[in-house]
């Protein structure tokens, strides 16, 4: 069973470790958020998320659907940057628990459903729209069994239709269990977040602190056909009688015009203890290194392949475009820096003022660079992001971005990266000049003829590197689009320094070669070589979609996937282009300056 990674930090596990008999179990655990504790009898109230499909990749809002109601009215959660841009709409609901006490309730039975009613559902049914619910930060899980495989979900069904089309029938009955661990007061500090927020135990009450904390939260879902005519005479939070999952369709709760739902659940709490959830190993050995040649190896093979040194006066020559090429340089460590630590790496136009410096051999015109820099790349963002927006604001969809969301996104844009960009690039123009080991010729040195053109070699060596990324980006695009688990981190993490190595070994090789048939023009090939996996990445997608996503529906999906897709890859092209850049960069340098040249 695929587990994601604890919740609380690895100190505090590690300490309760040793007040806690460990033993294995089906909890789930989410990244940076912390349990609640709970005592017997504590109300616990679940929330809903937007409605998501495997299909249409378009959320829709819970309610959305003629679903119960919680009585107090519907709020909406505090919502944070990352919910919005997800699509995230997190409501309250109806759902109320009460730790340890298993029952089963009522919740309310609909009006009579009208035609816009029933089409809706039949809509959401057929495209396999998925119900989300969270429980203390714990997203609802089921469990089916396809050939012999359990598997697991996050969500429930809206409702089902059988193979052979006749009907839909609506989920209307869940049977929800809760597994829960309990915990035993012994001078440990428990943090616990609820409605409220943070709570610490004090000092005096962690001898007494006892209480449970929930680890898993798993649901049966059920179509149960009831009297609507009995079930009306109920109030919200009745108790009823435990109902079993009917396996015959004429028990099912069909969708139809004027058919009225009633709305049940049941709880069971289990106690269960805690797994420990290590993704991240360490890595113990280097995995692969650069071939060192000897001495006399090199020196043979400088005496069979001169020819590189015949462009010593034009090696350094200013590429054309050459702004445009510190500028993705610049994005592209911004990027791969951003994904260690965001704030501080923002400030990496840093390295497209002091690229820019090395090849003009003066500061004037660093402000435009550091301009370039930080709007290189979030502008392309902005546009397709604000292109698919706009396909999600026409379907009516909770994944669309607000107006106001969109100023929060320019304040952060304007206000925190741009000025981090500039005064990364003020400290660029600071920084010591990196001289050239030989001197550029004032005229230009011509590059002899070749049989075939220098860029198809460019772009066929961007295979080598995607050969060490394209089996792990099935798992990861199965991830993103199929609502399946990654877990296998530890995995990715070697598949990332393989390509990091890959991609600094195909530059540098490449841009070998065009030096030894005197072709000085190595700058944007060096960058290419190895961002051109990118290319290889979005035409992976393609065939992605076409073969692994033929449940997606419609056009619109199909470009948001294309869309979201194409941003990967530019991305990708960034970061990876600026390791073989400045792997290249580094290695021509080098190389002029360790051998002596008349």
């Known amino acids: 069973m695929e587990l994601p990674t604890m919740r609380k930090p690895l100190i505090f596990w590690l300490c309760v470790s040793f007040n806690v008999f460990v033993q294995i179990s089906n909890a789930f655990y989410l990244p940076g958020s912390y349990m609640h504790t709970y005592s017997n009898g504590d109300p616990i109230y679940a929330k809903v998320n937007s409605l998501t499909s495997i299909e249409t990749e378009l959320p829709f809002s819970y309610y959305s659907l003629p679903y119960c109601q919680p009585l107090g009215g519907i709020k909406k959660s505090a919502e944070n940057l990352g919910e919005l841009l997800r699509g995230d709409q997190i409501d309250n609901s109806p759902y109320l628990f009460h730790m340890n006490v298993n029952e089963s309730i009522y919740l309310c039975t609909t009006t009579a459903l009208n035609e816009h009613e029933v089409k809706l559902l039949k809509q959401r049914t057929r495209d ?86 929930i680890v898993g939260f798993q649901v049966v879902p059920c179509s149960v056909k009831r009297d609507p005519e009995v079930m009306t005479k109920l109030h919200m939070y009745d108790n009823f009688s435990s109902t ?55 020196a043979q093979m400088n005496e069979e392949l001169s020819g590189w040194k015949l462009v010593v006066g034009d090696v350094f020559r200013e590429p054309d475009n050459s702004k445009l090429l510190c500028v993705m340089v610049g994005d592209g460590v911004q990027i791969l820096g951003m994904a260690a630590v965001t704030i501080v790496f923002a400030a990496l136009g840093y390295v497209s003022v002091r690229l820019w410096r090395t090849m003009k051999g003066t500061t004037e015109g660093w402000r435009s660079v550091s301009w370039f820099a930080a709007c290189f790349f979030p502008g392309i963002a902005f546009i397709i992001l604000t292109g698919l927006n706009f396909l999600l604001w026409g379907s009516k969809s909770t994944g669309a971005i607000p107006i106001s969301l969109y100023f929060e996104l320019f304040f952060l844009w304007f206000c925190i990266s741009v000025p981090l960009t500039l005064i990364g690039g003020f400290m660029g123009t600071k920084a010591p000049q990196i001289d050239y080991p030989v001197r550029t010729n004032q005229i230009p040195r011509e590059v002899p003829a070749r049989k075939y053109p220098s860029w198809l070699l460019v772009l066929g060596a961007g295979t080598l590197p995607f050969g ?41 090789v490449l841009t070998y070669m065009h030096l030894c048939v005197e072709d000085w023009r190595w700058w944007w090939k060096a960058f290419f070589a190895s961002g051109s996996v990118a290319l290889y990445v979005f035409l992976y997608s393609i065939n992605y979609l076409v073969f692994d996503l033929q449940s997606l529906s419609g056009p619109i999906s199909a470009m948001l996937y294309l869309g979201y897709s194409l941003l990967m890859a530019i991305a990708i092209m960034l970061a990876t282009g600026t390791i073989g850049f400045l792997m290249s960069f580094y290695f021509v340098h080098y190389l002029f300056s360790s051998v002596k040249i008349d």
């Not at 069904?157 to 012994?186: C, M, Q, R, W």
């Not at 990091?500 to 530059?507: F, G, L, P, Y």
């Open 128 to 213: 396999l729209y998925q119900v989300n619910m969270i429980l203390d930060n714990l997203p609802v899980m089921r469990f089916a069994n396809q050939n012999g495989v359990k598997i697991q979900w996050i969500g429930f069904p809206v409702g089902y239709t059988p193979p052979d089309g006749s009907a839909d029938y609506i989920i209307n009955h869940l049977k929800f269990t809760i597994l829960v661990h309990e915990y035993e007061g012994s001078g440990v500090e428990i943090i616990g977040t609820g409605e409220e927020g943070m709570g610490v135990i004090s000092e005096s009450d962690k001898k007494k602190a006892s209480g449970y904390e």
């Open 468 to 508: 060490t990324l394209f089996i792990e980006l099935f798992f990861i695009l199965s991830s993103i689009w199929l609502g399946r688990f990654y877990y296998v981190f530890g995995f990715l993490l070697v598949v990332l320094l393989l390509l990091v190595i890959v991609c600094a070994e195909v530059s540098v």
């Open 244 to 298: 079993s999952c009917p396996s015959e369709l004429e028990k099912y709760q069909p969708i139809r015009e004027q058919e009225r739902i009633s709305f049940t659940y049941e709880v069971e709490f289990v106690k269960t203890g805690i797994v420990f959830v290590i993704f991240l190993r360490t890595v113990r050995r280097d995995l692969t290194r650069y071939e060192e040649l000897d001495k006399e190896a090199q």
